[in-house]
């Protein structure tokens, strides 16, 4: 099976605490252009205001750009 160059590809990344899901990322990332799109971002209300979503959204980005999947996400 070939894949596509247009075709996206998924990543997500979770963050738990005490063994509990606390948030999620998820996002779709492009060869053809290496670019990212974040599609969803969510923290539990008892653990938002704590920098979890700028943390997940940051450790997608870095590691698309590690593994130099993307240039540019947003």
Same mark, same amino acid.
């Given at each position: 099976? %070939? #894949?596509?160059?247009?075709?996206?590809?998924? !990543?997500?990344? *979770?963050?738990?605490?005490? +063994?509990?899901?606390?948030?999620?990322?998820?996002?779709?990332?492009?060869?053809?252009? %290496? #670019?990212?799109?974040?599609?969803?971002?969510? !923290?539990?209300? *008892?653990?938002?205001?704590? +920098?979890?979503?700028?943390?997940?959204?940051?450790?997608?980005?870095?590691?698309?750009?590690?593994?130099?999947?993307?240039?540019?996400?947003?």
């Amino acid at each position: 099976h %070939q #894949s596509n160059p247009d075709e996206g590809h998924w !990543v997500a990344a *979770e963050a738990y605490l005490d +063994g509990q899901l606390a948030g999620i990322a998820l996002a779709e990332y492009y060869n053809i252009n %290496q #670019s990212a799109q974040l599609y969803a971002l969510e !923290v539990k209300e *008892e653990h938002r205001k704590k +920098g979890m979503g700028l943390a997940l959204f940051q450790f997608l980005e870095k590691e698309l750009r590690d593994n130099e999947k993307i240039k540019a996400m947003g």
